[in-house]
């Protein structure tokens, strides 16, 4: 179990925040770790929506923010996957996006569990 | 009120007024559209009142500029505003050498006049605070409305001096109030305005005496130039007291060399600069000045007599702008995950934190709950994060904030255009709070310079001199880059835009080298933004040893830097530039344990007559770099002009 983690979540990242915690904000881990879970699916489901109606603009907007909120919590596999739809989506070329989008979408569900296992 | 009692001394037809060649002048500033054409055919009449003005506009300028040849030069330089102003008030001089009050010394008064112009043109200089040229006419005029009150009471107010000659402890500008219901200071200022010399002069004429917190609309100009007349009346007192009142005006001597931030042997030096070249007017304007003793002895003597009060003077008005506090900063991302995050950074350090989704949001909140900082994210639905930076800097309550952008990896390259936007500073992201909060700590640094000036506007009667070192380290940190310590990006545009002007002018070459490090974003990815910063500074350093004296640095962006090279042609730049190279690339970089050598690709432009303003130049410049990027890196290119009849493929 611990050797998943490892690869979809980047511990020193996961670390640092806890470390933020020990500083002097009790919860505040486990607030940002419920604020993503819940704040990410709508996010992705939007960013799906843009892939299927074409909109690039939409696309690369919404894998920027999904890209950078990802970052937050060391999802590294997440980052890159959001990164190239943002790419994609700036150059206008729909054609890989919706096979990125379902890869996304999986590793999602295992940063979601690593997540929980880290709490 | 006041205005009431003036035109009853204007009434009078006493009053001092420029006649013959100062009238002229005086006309044609009155009507509606008037220019330098019109201004150098009224003065050149005088040819010694041009001699002056071209003596007083080289005075006035900046080391290396270059010298002004012609009234018309003199006009561009230092304006045509300034330039009539000027020559108004040295018509004054001529048409009021003696007059009717025979307790008013008349040459006495000239020479003090004369004194406090020649010392507040070169404070004015040194501290870089507003025009050295107004500043002298300003301070040159500063107290002609002593001379309304002799020409007009002449024998009531020659009563007044007399008393007041007999009793040291009476003060004249309640007197003159008691007397004729309106004080010296205020005729000046009426005068002034009469003259139609900028508004900000006779508010600084009023505000001498004032604390200069009694009015918080107080302008930037005006605080500045209150400070130059005041430190200038001092300097000018000093220069015409007897030796044994130096000793007594010493202390305050020493508030000034402190508001200068001289040491002694710089103050010393300065004082005698401003003695001499007093001299040297009284001699061009027929005036009599006295010898100026010099400055060491007086001191020697004051030490022995008050060694203590000097002392504490030192000690008295030290600032730390560093000293940590709590800030209010608002935080601005669309982004929730990262919105908590940064908050929980900045909260952690014991910082309030406002929050705000998007940029409208945040706009709202500034002018609302005015924060000391804001932190925002650059992309952003609605109104991003450059956009909230210039609405903010349009605002007269958001223009003072301090504002640090977040960007992504794949925004650094347009980092520029962020700093164009008015931003202070910027953050790559993802960062770790180590770096969020020493760039978080240097936006405290000024916004506790900026809260100091506040402050003592607001508590500190008749101290206010202090403000000077305050404003003077404002405006420095405001023209610096905190990391490297060079003219930053503000600073080199406005130095460019004076060049080029110059340029304008002079047709003397002018070229500027843009720089700009290799591979500079691998250097932080792979070694972190730590080292990224260890190697910013020292090739800072060396590209700073490898260039020539007149050569100005200025780093403009993230690894971007500029050099404006006057009196510079193409070759000679070109050779400038293949030597900043080759240092940069010969030097090992150790400290951050980086242990290796950057290098540099180098543009290099010159000012043609194809070219419509600075930014052409800069924009030749920047082509330059990518050309030089594209032929490999590490080498320096230029691009010959006009760029359209380049063969774009041979």
């Known amino acids: 179990m611990a050797d998943t983690n490892e690869t979809v979540l980047d511990m020193e990242v ?52 999904l890209k ?39 590793e999602f569900v295992r940063v979601q569990s690593a997540l929980l296992n880290t709490k | 009120m006041i205005r009431k009692q003036f035109d009853e001394l204007k009434n009078s037809g006493r009053l001092p007024s420029p006649s013959g060649i100062g009238l ?58 300034n330039v009539s102003n000027q020559a108004l008030s040295f018509s004054l001089i001529s048409g009021h050498r003696t007059g009717r009050c025979e307790e008013f010394d008349y040459d006495r008064f000239w020479a003090l006049s004369l004194a406090c112009g020649v ?153 005698e600069e401003v003695g001499s070249e007093w001299q040297e007017w009284g001699q061009t304007l027929d005036l009599t000045t006295t010898d100026v003793t010099e400055l060491e002895l007086i001191a020697q003597r004051a ?39 940064l908050a929980g950074q900045l909260k952690i350090a014991g910082h309030e934190v406002l929050m705000a989704k998007d940029g409208e949001e945040a706009l709202a909140m500034t002018l609302e709950c005015n924060p000391h900082i804001v932190i925002s994210d650059w992309m952003m639905p609605n109104m991003d994060g450059l956009e909230l930076c210039k609405a903010l800097r349009r605002a007269q309550a958001g ?25 202070d500073d910027y953050v790559a992201k993802p960062f770790n709070s180590k770096i969020l909060l020493a760039r978080v700590r240097a936006g405290l640094r000024l916004v506790n310079l900026r809260e100091q000036v506040d402050l003592e506007q607001l508590t500190q009667r008749e101290k206010t001199a202090e403000l000077g070192v305050l404003t003077r380290q404002l405006r420095e940190a405001a023209f610096t880059d905190p990391l490297t310590g060079l003219p930053n990006r503000r600073f080199s545009m406005d130095r460019l835009d004076a060049e080029w002007e110059c340029w304008v002018k002079s047709k003397q070459e002018l070229s500027v080298i843009m720089i700009d490090i290799d591979f500079f974003k691998a250097v932080n990815d792979n070694h972190g933004h730590d080292v990224g910063d260890a190697v910013l500074c020292e090739t800072a350093d060396v590209m700073k040893k490898a260039l020539r004296d007149g050569d100005i640095l200025a780093r403009i962006g993230g690894e971007e830097f500029l050099v404006i090279c006057p009196e510079t042609d193409t070759a000679g730049a070109l050779k400038c530039a293949e030597r900043v190279r080759q240092a940069v690339e010969g030097n090992i970089i150790e400290p951050g344990g980086f242990d290796g050598h950057v290098t540099i690709s180098a543009g290099v432009s010159t000012a043609d007559d194809s070219m419509v303003d600075a930014y ?3 924009k030749a410049a920047d082509e330059a770099v990518y050309a030089a990027k594209a032929d490999g890196r590490n080498c320096s290119r230029t691009i010959s002009r006009p760029p359209m009849e380049l063969p774009r493929s041979a």
């Not at chain 2, 044609?28 to 009224?42: A, C, F, G, K």
């Not at chain 2, 071209?54 to 330089?77: C, E, M, W």
């Not at chain 2, 007599?305 to 209010?328: H, M, N, Q």
Request: aromatic share 6%; with cysteine.
């Open chain 2, 24 to 81: 002229k002048i005086l006309r044609m500033t009155q009507s509606p559209s008037w220019d330098i054409s019109d201004l150098v055919s009224v003065v050149s009449a005088d040819p010694a009142l041009t001699s002056r003005i071209i003596k007083l506009a080289n005075s006035v300028q900046s080391a290396g500029v270059g010298t002004v040849g012609s009234l018309q030069d003199a006009a561009i330089r230092v304006g045509a505003r």
């Open chain 2, 119 to 271: 010392a507040a043109g070169n404070v004015a200089k040194i501290l870089g605070l507003g025009s050295p040229m107004e500043a002298f006419t300003c301070a040159l005029l500063s107290k002609v409305g002593q001379l309304g009150l002799a020409s007009v009471h002449s024998n009531a107010y020659g009563e007044l001096l007399a008393a007041c000659k007999q009793d040291g402890s009476l003060d004249i500008a309640s007197l003159e109030n008691e007397r004729f219901a309106i004080n010296s200071r205020e005729v000046t200022a009426a005068l002034m305005e009469d003259w139609g010399m900028p508004e900000y002069f006779s508010e600084s004429i009023l505000y001498q005496r004032r604390s200069l917190a009694s009015d918080e609309s107080t302008s930037k100009k005006t605080i500045e130039l209150v400070l130059v007349l005041r430190m200038s009346a001092t300097l000018a007192e000093f220069c015409l007291a007897e030796e044994d009142e130096q000793v007594e005006m010493w202390p305050a001597m020493l508030r000034v060399r402190e508001d200068l931030g001289m040491d002694q042997p710089d103050f010393e030096a300065f004082s």
């Open chain 2, 303 to 341: 030490e022995k007599t008050v060694p203590e009060s000097a002392e504490s003077l030192l000690v008295d008005g030290e600032i730390d702008p560093d000293k940590f506090r709590a800030l209010r900063i608002l935080a601005v991302d669309d982004e929730p995950v990262s919105l908590r995050v």
């Open chain 2, 616 to 618: 052409a130049l800069l």
């Open chain 1, 14 to 65: 996961i670390g640092a925040l806890r470390a933020l915690e020990a500083d002097g904000a009790p919860g505040l881990f486990a607030e940002i770790v419920e604020l993503f879970l819940t704040d990410t699916p709508p996010r992705m489901k939007g960013l799906e929506a843009a892939s299927d109606a074409g909109d690039m603009p939409g696309v690369e907007a919404a894998a920027h923010s």
């Open chain 2, 399 to 423: 223009r003072s904030v301090y504002f640090l952008l977040l960007t992504g990896r794949d925004e650094e390259d347009r980092v520029v255009e962020a700093f164009e936007a008015g931003i």
């Open chain 1, 68 to 106: 950078s909120s990802c970052g937050n919590l060391g999802a590294t596999v997440l980052v890159d996957l959001f990164k190239q739809i943002e790419m994609l989506g700036r150059e206008h070329a729909p054609e890989e996006i919706p096979s990125l989008v379902s890869k996304s979408n999986e």
